[in-house]
C-alpha cells in the first residue's frame, strides 16, 4: 500500500523559504511521475512543479525561477524548496504521485483529474505567507 506523508509546511513573511518534504511508503513502481499541488480558498488543486522518472521537471509559470523539485530516490523522498515566497502562494501544498506516468508535463496538468488506482496523494501541509 502507497503512502505519502507531507512534511515542512508553516509561516513566512514574504521573501522567506520554506523546504517540503514527502516522504514515500511502498512502492509506486519504476516508471512513475511525481509532483506538488497547491489548492487555496477554492475548490480547484492546481500544479506547482512536478518530476518525472527520468528526472526531468515541470514547472508551473507563477513559481518559476523561485520553486526548486527535487527527489532523493535511495530514501524515497521528494522536495519542494520554495524561495522568494509571496502571500500568493499562500495555500494547502499536496504531494501527488502516479505509477505508470512518463511525462511530467502532462502529469502537472492533468494528475488532479485522475481519479485511479494507480494515484496517491498525501494529507497536505499548510503554507502561509505574510506581507
Known amino acids: 500500500q502507497v503512502q505519502l506523508a507531507e512534511t515542512g509546511g508553516g509561516s513566512v513573511q514574504t521573501g522567506g523559504s520554506l523546504r517540503l518534504s514527502c516522504k514515500v511508503s511502498g512502492s509506486i513502481g519504476r516508471h512513475h511521475c511525481m509532483g506538488w499541488f497547491r489548492q487555496g480558498t477554492g475548490p480547484v488543486r492546481t500544479g506547482v512543479a512536478a518530476i518525472d522518472t527520468d528526472g526531468i521537471t515541470t514547472y508551473g509559470n507563477s513559481v518559476k525561477g523561485r520553486f526548486t523539485i527535487s527527489k532523493d530516490k535511495y530514501k524515497n523522498i521528494l522536495y519542494l524548496q520554495m524561495n522568494n515566497l509571496k502571500p500568493e502562494d499562500t495555500a494547502v501544498y499536496y504531494c501527488?504521485?502516479?505509477?505508470?506516468?512518463?511525462?511530467?508535463?502532462?502529469?502537472?496538468?492533468?494528475?488532479?483529474?485522475?481519479?485511479?488506482?494507480?494515484?496517491?496523494w498525501g494529507q497536505g501541509t499548510q503554507v502561509t505567507v505574510s506581507s
Open positions: 501527488g504521485a502516479e505509477s505508470g506516468c512518463e511525462y511530467s508535463d502532462y502529469f502537472l496538468s492533468n494528475f488532479p483529474d485522475v481519479r485511479a488506482p494507480s494515484a496517491y
